[in-house]
């Protein structure tokens, strides 16, 4: 049986196409939106992207800053631990160790992760500039370790809070740079603040004093002397790679004053690890962890502005110091925490100074 075609019949003057007949099905198409409607909705979504770009820049710079307290005080504390506590009394075998860390991990995050562009030393002449560093820098962190033997981290703190002090100082001798009368004059309650924390200080120990305030000054030497020797543009390198370079240097300037004044630390150190395996976690971590303190403070730096990085320093230390007290139970005096408080208050007004200084010299 052959099926016969369907009639299909059309009606004088219309289309089938456009047959109105209730049999039918209409589609609903949509009205296209006025130019404003459609304005206002990419103006709102391009709202909502930026806010979420906002909150997840956010939620990274706070994580980066947890980061870098946490790896700054973490250090602080392991050396304290180790150096004054657990008994081993080597700081400047404890200080190449961090440079071997540091010359490791450094190297390992400029070439493999790529974190920051791989710079190379120039010159002959630059070489020099960058060894003269690691001298100064070998001085001040091995002063910072050994001052932590005879001294709690909360005074060392509160000394380590004057460095603006010693930087001006420095600038002036070296460079002749003046500062304007009120920067100045914002100094003197950074060096009040320590005159009343030291008389004040239970455990002050005189040469943990001396060896705190040169570590101090020796951080404050190599700021002015890095922004000097290292200004032109063929010789300006970020933190990153500086560190690549001055990590090495510096712990072969550091070994063989440690086996010199520390005897065959090496073979010490084997012996304990020996007898208690739970100094080569200790060595390890702190080693890394001092590390983290030079990627951190560069991360902070990158995300954040100069003077949110030296406000968040100045809160670093008293954090630094309450937790100390928390957790190593060194006494405290209530003259001790008014001469710190009026350390960090004298550097933020400092900071506040040198920021209103440079506005008006533009």
């Known amino acids: 049986m052959v099926a016969e075609p369907p009639q299909w019949t059309t009606r004088r003057n219309s289309n089938p196409k456009f047959d109105t007949s209730s049999d ?28 979420n770009t906002i909150t997840s820049t956010s939620i990274i710079t706070a994580t980066i800053v947890a980061a870098w307290y946490s790896s ?19 700081p400047i ?77 420095f600038a002036f001798v070296i460079t002749c740079h003046r500062e304007s009368p009120i920067v100045y004059f914002s100094l003197l309650p950074v060096v009040l603040g320590i005159v009343i924390a030291s008389n004040s200080e239970p455990l002050f120990h005189l040469f943990g004093f001396f060896l705190c305030a040169g570590s101090t000054a020796g951080r404050a030497l190599k700021s002015v002397v ?27 300037i550091l070994l063989p004053f440690s086996f010199y004044f520390e005897g065959n630390v090496a073979s010490i150190t084997i012996q304990k690890a020996k007898e208690d395996w739970f100094i080569v976690f200790l060595l390890i971590g702190n080693a890394t962890v001092a590390y983290l303190v ?23 230390a008293a954090v630094a110091a309450v937790v100390s007290v928390l957790i190593f139970r060194n006494p405290v005096t209530v003259m001790g925490m008014v001469g710190f408080g009026v ?20």
């Open 226 to 252: 890095q922004g000097i020797i290292l200004t032109s543009e063929s010789e300006k390198m970020n933190s990153m790679n500086l560190l690549m370079y001055m990590a090495p240097m510096a712990a072969g």
């Open 294 to 316: 030079n990627l951190t403070n560069f991360l902070v730096t990158k995300h954040t502005s100069p003077l949110t990085l030296q406000v968040l320093g100045n809160a670093k």
């Open 72 to 90: 700054n005080i973490g250090v602080l504390l392991l050396n304290k631990y180790l150096l004054s506590i657990y008994g081993y009394r080597y």
């Open 93 to 169: 075998f404890l200080t190449t160790l961090h440079m071997i860390s540091c010359s490791f991990y450094s190297s390992f995050a400029v070439h493999s992760l790529r974190l920051v562009p791989t710079q190379y030393i120039q010159s002959r002449k630059q070489l020099l500039k960058i060894f003269s560093l690691s001298l100064i820098f070998c001085f001040s962190v091995v002063c910072g370790n050994s001052s932590l033997r005879y001294i709690p981290v909360s005074f060392n703190q509160a000394i380590g809070a004057t460095t603006p002090f010693f930087t001006a100082i």
């Open 24 to 51: 039918q099905i209409l589609l609903e198409i949509p009205q296209t939106p006025p130019s404003e409607s459609r304005n206002n909705n990419n103006n709102n979504l391009n709202h909502i992207i930026h806010n």
């Open 343 to 362: 350390t960090v208050m004298g550097v933020v007004l400092y900071t506040q100074a040198k920021r209103r200084s440079k506005l008006t010299s533009h």
